[in-house]
């Protein structure tokens, strides 16, 4: 890892979409600790965390949101490998100061149960994973090529 910070780029733009779901109003970015890029796109539907219901009252606080959008954007396009998403969820809690204890706990939480929601996106980006009725016509035809038809969207997209 190099000396740099990683940072965020900026206030989260979301609009509540559905029950315990947000759509992302403009792409959302994060520069790691090691200099790579991970950026989630506009009109992105996240839960900002999966948080099971008895774990809620020790982590219901929006400390944690910026680096949950991430995490779910690299669980639901699989870019990284799921042990990579969790270590940077790690990483990105750091970053936006979350203690030590709380960060390590949500951290042991998505290594013991994340594997579900990871299996869950196999295959990258699902048509579900957007909000297309906020999109105009050339956007939905862009996020359509770029990121539901089949093929490897790694590839297509770095």
Same mark, same amino acid.
């Given at each position: #890892?190099?000396?740099?910070?990683?940072?965020? !780029?900026?206030? %989260?733009?979301?609009?509540?979409?559905?029950?315990?779901?947000?759509?992302? /109003?403009?792409?959302?970015?994060?520069? !790691?600790?090691?200099?790579?890029?991970? +950026?989630?796109? =506009?009109?992105?539907? +996240?839960?900002?965390?999966?948080?099971?219901?008895?774990? &809620?009252?020790? $982590?219901?606080? /929006? &400390?944690?949101?910026?680096?949950?959008?991430?995490?779910?954007?690299?669980?639901? @396009?699989?870019?990284? !490998? =799921?042990?990579?998403?969790? &270590?940077?969820?790690? &990483? #990105? %809690?750091? +970053?936006?100061?979350?203690?030590?204890?709380?960060?390590?706990? #949500?951290?042991?939480? %998505?290594?013991?149960?994340?594997?579900? =929601?990871?299996?869950?996106?196999?295959?990258?980006?699902?048509?579900?994973? $957007?909000?297309?009725? $906020?999109?105009? @016509?050339?956007?939905?035809?862009?996020?359509?090529?770029? $990121? +539901?038809?089949?093929?490897?969207?790694?590839? =297509?997209?770095?």
């Amino acid at each position: #890892m190099s000396d740099s910070k990683g940072w965020f !780029s900026g206030a %989260l733009d979301l609009r509540v979409y559905d029950k315990g779901e947000w759509v992302l /109003l403009e792409p959302f970015r994060y520069m !790691s600790l090691s200099g790579k890029d991970y +950026t989630v796109p =506009r009109w992105f539907i +996240t839960d900002l965390a999966s948080i099971p219901w008895v774990a &809620e009252p020790l $982590f219901d606080s /929006l &400390e944690h949101r910026a680096a949950g959008v991430i995490h779910d954007w690299l669980y639901a @396009s699989q870019q990284v !490998s =799921r042990a990579d998403a969790d &270590e940077l969820f790690r &990483e #990105m %809690l750091e +970053t936006l100061g979350v203690g030590v204890i709380k960060r390590n706990l #949500m951290y042991s939480g %998505l290594r013991v149960g994340g594997w579900y =929601r990871y299996n869950q996106c196999k295959g990258g980006p699902k048509y579900e994973d $957007f909000a297309w009725e $906020f999109m105009n @016509s050339a956007e939905r035809e862009a996020y359509r090529i770029r $990121f +539901t038809e089949k093929g490897d969207w790694v590839a =297509r997209t770095g």
